[in-house]
């Protein structure tokens, strides 16, 4: 049997319980701390990493995302611009085929007026040409008997205004005496000078003064003025007023 003294015993027990407490207390207890921080930082290191996986995962979904949209609206764009350039190509082209309707509308507005003006001309020189032949001839031919007869149809012609001589008569009403302007293709003899006063103050309802001229361009007859108003009788005032007849047929016809 072991020859083990109790007393002995018992002092390596609490020697043993001493260096226990002692390697607890300033070995196993550090050692363990420094374990459980280690461990502390492995496993947030783990979860750091963890979530920087999770993060980067997160960050590439999102770029492949975003880059589908850039890329969806970059073919939207695409197609916006090629909508907008068939649509813009297709205004040019209507412009200028407006451009090109009007540009062929005004040229044939501009033809066919300046072939309505050439033959306004052209009739207008035929009337002309008519009358100016006319009036040569009748000057040529123009005697006494010419400036009778047409003196004579001015006079019938001052008889046949009466129903309108109203506005005449207005225009004078506030003379005591009308002077009256009368020219002439040939001198007035006496008695008809006479014939004439007799005519106009009927025709006026007034006494008249008679201011006389002659103008052998009227060719035959006379022509009268007083206030604003003008009767002409004479050859020349037919011929013109014959030549706008001519005219208006040649348009009409």
Same mark, same amino acid.
């Given at each position: ?122 009739? *207008?020189?035929?009337?002309?040409? !008519?009358?100016?032949? @006319? &009036?040569?001839? =009748?000057? #040529?031919?123009?005697?006494? /008997? %010419? ?26 009403? *506030?003379?005591?005496?009308?002077? !009256?302007?009368?020219? @002439? &293709?040939?001198? =007035?003899? #006496?008695?008809?000078?006479? /014939? %004439? ?36 009788? @004479? ?19």
């Amino acid at each position: 049997m072991l020859n083990i003294k109790l007393s002995t015993l018992i002092f390596q027990i609490v020697n043993f319980l001493i260096l226990a407490a002692l390697l607890t207390k300033f070995l196993f207890r550090p050692v363990i701390r420094l374990l459980d921080e280690r461990a502390k930082r492995v496993t947030q290191a783990l979860d750091e990493a963890e979530t920087r996986e999770e993060e980067a995962k997160r960050i590439k979904e999102e770029y492949l995302k975003k880059l589908e949209e850039a890329k969806r609206e970059a073919q939207a764009l695409r197609e916006a611009a090629k909508e907008e350039a068939e649509r813009i190509r297709q205004e040019v082209i209507e412009q200028a085929r407006a451009e090109v309707q009007a540009m062929r509308a005004r040229a044939e507005e501009e033809i066919e007026r300046e072939r309505a003006e050439a033959i306004r001309r052209h009739r *207008e020189e035929i009337a002309t040409l !008519v009358t100016s032949m @006319s &009036a040569r001839m =009748l000057t #040529e031919v123009g005697d006494g /008997r %010419l400036q009778a007869i047409f003196f004579d149809a001015f006079l019938d012609r001052l008889a046949r205004m009466k129903g309108e001589s109203s506005k005449y008569r207005s225009a004078v009403k *506030e003379m005591e005496v009308v002077p !009256v302007e009368v020219t @002439s &293709a040939n001198s =007035l003899s #006496e008695a008809d000078l006479a /014939r %004439l006063k007799e005519a106009l103050s009927s025709f006026l309802d007034k006494d008249v003064r008679l201011e006389l001229h002659v103008d052998p361009s009227l060719i035959g007859g006379a022509m009268v003025r007083f206030g604003d108003y003008l009767i002409d009788g @004479s050859l020349r005032g037919q011929l013109a007023r014959l030549r706008e007849g001519f005219v208006r047929e040649l348009e009409e016809g």
